[in-house]
């Protein structure tokens, strides 16, 4: 599709619908904040703001599919990781993250938690060590995708520990299987590891973001318990692309910022499983710099591509 990216942005844009796409797969929490976002964006600018879920391979499908579009009333809605981790994971990424993508705002860090099944009498950081130090590879875990995976494995390396990985191809199968006891430990978002904490079958152990969630207030994170081995920002944001005119992004960015402060929109967030952030480009690029650092340091411990 033939752009005018070139000349500066229209007033009235957007002229048209407008689409958001998403690189995590409908119903996810990330699905749900882009949703909450779009709902406040078409409000706010008279034009509808779809949602476009394109999942798979560690988002990259959806970030090529934005970036081959070269749609002037396309938006990317990702998390860091598609940024920081995929350029490790993929020889010849059909884009340049550097390059293709630019920042526009940062929207939340999504609720990222450590949860063990009852079957572990651990209450603690600490106690989970002991145990798996006492029971090696009696006990097996998962995660999310990405750097959860990479953060607990480079955890139980640091820590001279081994438990088995278990791989689901259902995003909804962990928290099951947390909750009967057929894998111990899940480092996954809270919308994903909510329900046997709900019912009884397991309990937090920390919120490993770098501050509390909204929505657990009562849950210490893993740097108040002394263990930032484990921290991650979930950090999630809207890009554009290369040529998209400043004065536009700029204007993106003071409305998504706008919808940040909104009292509704951040109720609706954190009870999402969302932390919400400024809306500022400035904090997405510098969380998206601090991670890649995080990464790094990661890489130095496992091979992100076979990390256990």
Known sequence: MALAWSLPASADWPERQVKLIVTFPAGSANDAAARIFADALSK??????????????EGTIGVGSFVASRDDHALLYTVGGS?????????????????????IAATTSIVLTLAVSNQLPVQSIPELIAVLRSNPEKYAWTSGPTLPRYVFAAFLKQNDLKMNFVSYRDASQPQADLGEGRIQALLTSLTASSSP???????FLAVVNPSRAAALPEIKTVRELGHPELEIDGLAGIF??????????????ADVAAICRDADV??????????????TPEELMGAIEKQRAWVSEITKLIDIRNPQ
């Not at 951040?266 to 809306?279: D, I, T, Y």
């Open 44 to 57: 706010k600018w008279g034009k509808p703001v779809v949602v476009e879920v394109k999942p798979g391979a």
């Open 197 to 203: 904490v709900q019912a009884g079958k397991a309990r």
């Open 240 to 253: 554009g692309g290369k040529d998209m005119p400043a004065n536009l992004r700029s204007r993106i960015a």
């Open 83 to 103: 940024i920081t981790v995929a350029p490790l994971l993929v020889d010849k990424l059909p884009y340049d993250v550097n390059q293709d993508l630019v920042p």
């Open 266 to 279: 951040r109720r609706k967030l954190e009870a999402s499983g969302h932390n919400v952030l400024s809306g």
